[in-house]
């Protein structure tokens, strides 16, 4: 196992790249199952998370290669069903439900384990499937899903939280090979989701409204392959800003997309950081002073839930009383009490974290809990004073292409160890 040692302290300026985004490409992956033909996707990040879907894929019968930041993928024929521990493992991959049922009529998955952000349920991807007609048993901890004909609906997939990101997606892929027309109300805007929604389009999928909250699938009889290039990661960019301004330092996010991150440079800036997008570039620094924050996590467009923690870092370092409630998770405050650990002064009062910040962190040894935790005790080490040991960091490898190394060329003093 590895951990990260950060000895803090240093602004991070330069220049980076951002990667392709995981939780955009886990479904375009997937939805290659669509087709029997190639389908070829670009930039895409080098992830244990992705690994693990070309190994899902690999199972079900596809043929999986990987050509330096593409991956081509033949779904020839599929055969069968989501493997038990591969699925259990990642809670993405639940989204090969929605193209095994277009594709198959039938699907076997493995319901995907709880996790520590919440309990994740996926209630409202069974109703979006129900609504087009298959049949679904949870069995043995597999969901079993057939649909001997799939008819296009009308469904609803607004939750508690708002809509379902994942959910939208399966419903989507499995509806672009339905008989008729399908709408989806309550559907994510998320980037995401659009990114899904234009690989679909280029198989041939007819697809309306996508990036609004009324998709409209019309269903078409087969999909044939097509070539994808990945959105590049709204997080990932989210992170590195975040980092410039808590490390007080500059950095340039080359390839980052600013419209898909406009609620995260809009606090960055109430915050007192400089952004610039001159030339087509976009550039985050520390300004004069920091202030502090209230922000609540929404889906988009509003403020990503998997921004907070990165962002509760930058609000310790703020004079003043911050406030970061989390609409989206139930228990997404893991990181709070490793953030204590490094001298934070912040309380829990139910949904809401409220920070007082203003107050030096200085280096301990802390444990990662998710992947967004990982990573804002990472950007916490950066600001600390002395050495930081974050342990558990297989979560930053699931989502962070190389975190470590592009941290070094920021100027950061950061090696990974093996523990
Ligand atoms: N929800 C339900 N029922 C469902 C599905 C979701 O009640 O059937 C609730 C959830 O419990 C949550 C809310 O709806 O309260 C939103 O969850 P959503 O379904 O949108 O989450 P997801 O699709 O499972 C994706 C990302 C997450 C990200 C969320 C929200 C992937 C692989 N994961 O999850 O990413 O936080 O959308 O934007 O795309 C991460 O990258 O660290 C991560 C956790």
């Known amino acids: 196992m590895y951990s990260l040692s950060i000895q803090g302290g240093v602004p991070l300026e330069g220049e980076v790249t951002i990667s392709g985004a995981k ?8 939805a290659t199952l669509l087709t029997r033909e190639p389908c070829t996707v670009r930039r895409v990040p080098n992830l244990s998370d992705v ?12 043929r999986v290669r990987v050509h330096g930041d593409s991956m081509t993928v033949q779904a020839a024929k599929t055969s069968g069903f989501g493997d038990y521990e591969l699925v259990r493992k990642m809670r993405g991959s639940i989204c090969i439900l929605g193209p095994l049922l277009g594709r198959q009529r039938e699907a076997r998955v ?3 384990g709880g996790c520590v952000i919440g309990s994740r349920p996926i209630d409202l991807h069974l109703k979006g499937l129900r609504a087009l007609g298959a049949q679904i048993a949870i069995d043995g901890g597999y969901i079993c899903a057939r649909a001997p004909r799939l008819r296009g609906a009308e469904v609803f997939l607004g939750g508690r939280a708002g809509p379902t990101v994942l959910g939208t997606a399966n419903v989507m892929m499995a509806a672009v090979l339905a008989e008729g027309v399908t709408i989806i109300e309550g559907a994510a805007c998320e980037p995401e989701v659009v990114d899904l929604g234009h690989f679909l389009t280029a198989m041939g999928a007819r697809i309306g409204g996508i990036g609004s909250p009324t998709i409209t699938v019309t269903g078409v009889p087969e999909l044939h392959g097509a070539e994808h290039e ?8 989210a992170t590195f800003a975040v980092a410039a301004a808590a490390t007080r330092g500059t950095v340039t996010l ?6 898909h991150l406009s609620a995260v440079l809009d606090k960055l800036q109430e915050a007192g950081a400089r952004v610039d997008r001159a030339g087509g570039a976009l550039t985050v620094g520390a300004g004069r002073r920091l202030r502090p924050l209230d922000v609540t996590t929404q889906p988009y467009a509003g403020f990503p839930t998997d921004a907070q923690a990165q962002m509760m870092v930058l609000m310790t370092q703020a004079p003043g009383i911050s406030i970061i409630t989390e609409r989206i998770f139930e228990s997404r405050f893991m990181h709070v009490s490793e953030l204590a650990r490094l001298g934070a002064d912040i309380t829990i009062e139910g949904p809401s974290a409220v920070v007082k910040g203003g107050k030096p962190l200085s280096g301990a040894p802390v444990m990662a809990s998710d992947l967004r935790a990982s990573a804002a005790l990472v950007i916490a ?15 930053l490898d699931r989502g962070y292409e190389q975190l470590d190394r592009k941290l070094r060329q920021l100027g950061a003093r950061v090696q990974r160890l093996q523990e």
């Open 254 to 259: 080359r390839g980052a997309r600013p419209d």
């Open 51 to 62: 690994a693990f879907m070309g190994k899902i894929l690999s199972s079900l019968g596809a």
């Open 23 to 30: 939780n955009a490409v886990l479904p375009v992956l997937a």
């Open 110 to 112: 493995s319901l995907p």
């Open 230 to 237: 990945v959105i590049p990661d709204r997080i990932e960019a």
């Open 381 to 395: 080490g950066l600001v600390a004073r002395g050495e930081t040991r974050v342990k558990r960091i297989y979560h």
